[in-house]
Antibody, heavy 120, light 106 residues
């Protein structure tokens, strides 16, 4: 079955750019009608959606983050990525990538295990 | 942003109990409402989408209902593995989550 795995630095300095990659295995990003998304969960347990992308490159972003975030897809590597600019301590969180239910843009049925990011 | 408010924030129950968690949206969201379960150290797991559709593989003791602004997640006959945190998520306008409801063993 499809599995997702986040990768990237666990520690980022303030004002730098956070770059994360989600590698999809057991299936192709290019097949089916799935949206691919990034979320984060803060230490207080609040969940926040960041952005999603479709295999065609079509994207959507959380409005308050749109100016700081870029999501991209590399179908040849079966990966999608997140870049978050100008990070602050408030961006410290567990970052998850997830797959949307086929044909449903905004319910997510397969998640990565999460990667802890600390800004310090 | 559409604000999602869950109640209660925490709940104690026993194995075999029936529990209901509610989720209220700050504006109407039709049935653009999903429910997730999360256990400590794990990613969220999709339980229900479109307010009442059970995700494949999820036990039938879970059910969802509601439309507009008020929604419920009901679990009948609680099992030990059901003790976790539950989140609602709207997708009517972008995506936002409720603050979570922690279901604890009494």
């Amino acid at each position: 079955q499809v599995q997702l795995q986040e990768s990237g630095p666990g520690l980022v300095k303030p004002s730098q750019t956070l770059s994360l990659t989600c590698t999809v295995s057991g299936g192709s990003i290019s097949s089916g009608a799935h949206y691919w998304s990034w979320f984060r969960q803060f230490p207080g347990k609040d969940l926040e959606w960041i952005a999603y992308i479709y295999k065609t490159g079509s994207t959507d972003y959380k409005p308050s983050l749109q100016s700081l975030v870029t999501i991209s897809v590399d179908t040849s590597r079966n990966q999608f990525s997140l870049k978050l600019n100008s990070v602050t301590a408030a961006d410290s969180a567990v970052y998850y990538c997830a797959r949307g239910v086929e044909g449903i843009v905004d319910a997510f049925d397969v998640w990565g295990q999460g990667t802890v990011v600390t800004v310090s | 942003d559409i604000q999602m408010t869950q109640s209660p924030s925490s709940l104690s129950a026993s194995v075999g109990d029936r529990v209901t968690i509610t989720c209220r949206a700050s504006q109407t969201i039709s049935t653009y409402l999903n429910w997730y379960q999360q256990k400590p150290g794990k990613a969220p797991k999709l339980l229900i989408y479109a307010a009442s559709t059970l995700q494949s593989g999820v036990p039938s003791r879970f059910s969802g209902s509601g439309s507009g602004t008020d929604f419920t997640l009901t679990i009948i006959s609680l099992q030990p593995e059901d003790f976790a945190t539950y989140y609602c998520q709207q997708s009517y306008n972008k995506i936002t989550f409720g603050q979570g409801t922690t279901l604890e063993i009494k």
